[in-house]
């Protein structure tokens, strides 16, 4: 028996769109990378991109559990001698709300060539407008 591998032609490639108010920020991150990947597919490969585009509306109201606003620590490095930068979550969601939700996906995708790929089909927007009209969005819940 021969193993299948599916072809680029064959994948399909729908648009989703998810409101994000409310929604656990690990949660809401887990469903979102399953679906980039493409893993609910029943023809998944590994080794493709066969996941959806995904829009992500009012991430600006991302909701987390305990104290994470205050504990949870983004670090960045200049590279220079004492550059370390640190941010909180609760600084990061008023500077670039989107950078949260984008980094706890990517985090969970896999650290190869495909994620920079995958990662690209995933649309975070601060407001409930998107410019994505024309690729009529289906409204996923998760």
Do not use: C
């Not at 991150?29 to 992500?56: E, N, Q, S, W, Y």
């Not at 670090?75 to 500077?95: D, F, N, P, Q, V």
Request: hydrophobic fraction near 40%; charged fraction near 30%; glycine fraction near 8%.
């Amino acid at each position: 028996m021969k193993t299948y591998s599916p072809k680029p032609e064959d994948i399909k490639k729908d648009w989703f769109v998810v409101d994000a108010s409310d929604k656990i920020l690990g949660r809401l991150a887990t469903a979102i990378a399953h679906r980039l990947r493409g893993k609910h597919k029943p023809g998944f490969a590994p080794h493709m991109d066969m996941g959806d585009f995904i829009v992500v509306l009012n991430v600006d109201k991302i909701a987390v559990t305990g104290a994470k606003m205050e504990k949870k620590m983004y670090y960045r490095h200049s590279g220079y001698i004492g550059g370390l930068k640190e941010l909180t979550l609760r600084e990061m969601m008023a500077k670039k709300p989107q950078a949260v939700l984008i980094k706890a996906v990517k985090g969970m995708l896999p650290k190869n060539r495909l994620s920079n790929q995958v990662i690209k089909k995933l649309k975070v927007y601060v407001g409930t407008e998107h410019p994505h009209a024309a690729q009529q969005p289906k409204p996923l819940e998760l």
